[in-house]
């Protein structure tokens, strides 16, 4: 379907991921690299992709690579994609798009000035019924919004024995739940509501200070099913939990909830919005249905149904109603709007993804939350 060649950059849980859904697509997966030749080749051989490439300068400077995805811990994502940009590639870097918001406000003046797509993977965006609520919304169906909140959370950091790079301030970022997770909620309900978040209030929280680090190699998610014998003592500055009170634009208010220790929550992300006319609430571990409250009349549950998907919502469901669309489809649609964006040659062009500005308010509003944290009080995003 595409005409374009892509290598992928890291290979443990959202490499493959993102060689699946690219696959799905028609984009060529030519090439893939890993943290050293050994786990390129095993990506390679596994993935059945025809290059195991050695190094990052190696695959950078193929010229039959014109994209790439970086799937990487979030410290390596600024140096791939600066050099990315600066080898002429199109860039589709994972979340969160750096460490800094200086190191995002260069990668975002670097994309503008090499014309290339460049694009964050806030993929849960792209739940059919997510853009249905941003359509809801545009159409003035739910009327004023009064207040946006909801939570994000999981259960696989919930024992002091659970260990991931994500853990650590220096591999991750200063924030984690807030950063790994809290940030898809943000750019959701940003996206849905056109509503920029203007200052936050946070109280995090770092359950475990301690973590024990596994002597070998863990694999992203693997704690509940790998055993672990030898381990070392670790202290752990970032927060497993936090509240955030919120304040968007519009004099909109509300809060976010975040948790990686919340047992049974497997990858729960919930929101609520209300506003003057009705209110609309969504939860990530049952994506094909919304819930459309009113006042004066039943309530309703909308099932992602292709038929009942506005005009401009409908391209982003592939499958009738009752063909369930869940995480692999948000994938899915998150890169076809990316290469359509690439084929269409207009970087003019407003995009559908989330774009490299967005990243960096993700990780402005990430600082924001970190002060307030510390200072004990209300900050303003960028101040
Ligand atoms: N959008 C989403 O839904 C989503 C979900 C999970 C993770 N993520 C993001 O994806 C990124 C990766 O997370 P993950 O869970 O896949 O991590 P992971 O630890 O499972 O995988 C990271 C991979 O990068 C490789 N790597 C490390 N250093 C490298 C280097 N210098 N060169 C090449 N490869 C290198 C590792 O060996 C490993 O294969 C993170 O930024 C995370 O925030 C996004």
Redesign the pocket.
């Known amino acids: 379907m595409f005409n374009i060649n892509t290598a992928i950059?890291?290979?443990?849980?959202?490499?493959p991921a993102h060689a699946e859904a690219l696959r799905r697509i028609g984009v060529n997966v030519i090439g893939i690299?890993?943290?050293d030749e050994a786990?390129s080749a095993q990506a390679a051989a596994d993935l059945h992709i025809p290059m195991a490439y050695p190094d990052?300068n190696t695959l950078l400077s193929d010229p039959n690579v014109h994209a790439i995805h970086i799937?990487?811990?979030?410290k390596?994502?600024f140096q791939m994609a600066r050099d990315g940009l600066n080898a002429g590639k199109h860039v589709l870097c994972?979340?969160?798009l750096a460490m800094t918001s200086k190191e995002t406000a260069e990668l975002v003046k670097l994309a503008q000035q090499k014309k290339r797509a460049a694009g964050v993977?806030y993929?849960m965006r792209f739940y059919p019924l997510v853009r249905e609520a941003r359509q809801i919304i545009e159409d003035e169906e739910i009327g004023d919004v009064f207040s946006i909140v909801g939570s994000y959370v999981q259960d696989w950091l919930l024992y002091p024995t659970d260990y991931?790079?994500r853990v650590l301030a220096e591999e991750g970022g200063d924030v984690r739940a807030v950063g790994?997770i809290g940030t898809?909620w943000l750019d959701m309900v940003q996206f849905i509501s056109g509503l920029k978040v203007t200052a936050v209030c946070a109280d995090l929280k770092t359950v475990h200070p301690i973590r024990k680090r596994p002597k070998g190699e863990v694999?992203?998610y693997s704690a509940k099913v790998q055993d672990i014998e030898a381990t070392d003592d670790v202290t752990i500055s970032t927060e497993d939990s936090g509240a955030i009170l919120l304040r968007f634009e519009n004099g909109v208010n509300g809060c976010l909830w975040v948790s990686q220790t919340t047992a049974g929550r497997k990858n729960c992300l919930r929101f609520e919005i209300a506003g003057s006319e009705k209110a609309m609430s969504w939860n990530s571990e049952s994506p094909n249905e919304m819930w459309i409250g009113s006042r004066n009349a039943a309530n309703q549950s909308l099932l992602k149904d292709p038929g009942l998907l506005s005009d401009v919502v409908r391209p982003f469901a592939s499958y009738p109603g009752g063909h369930n669309e869940g995480y692999p489809d948000s994938l899915k649609q998150s890169f076809t709007a990316f290469y359509s964006y690439i084929a269409a040659g207009d970087f003019s062009a407003i995009p559908q993804f989330a774009t490299f500005e967005d990243g960096q308010h993700e990780v402005l509003l990430c600082e924001a939350i970190f002060k307030s944290h510390q200072k004990g009080k209300w900050v303003e995003v960028g101040g």
């Open positions: 950059i890291g290979a443990g849980f959202m490499g690299l890993g943290v786990e990052l799937t990487t811990p979030n390596l994502h994972e979340k969160p993977n993929n991931n790079w790994d898809h694999e992203t």
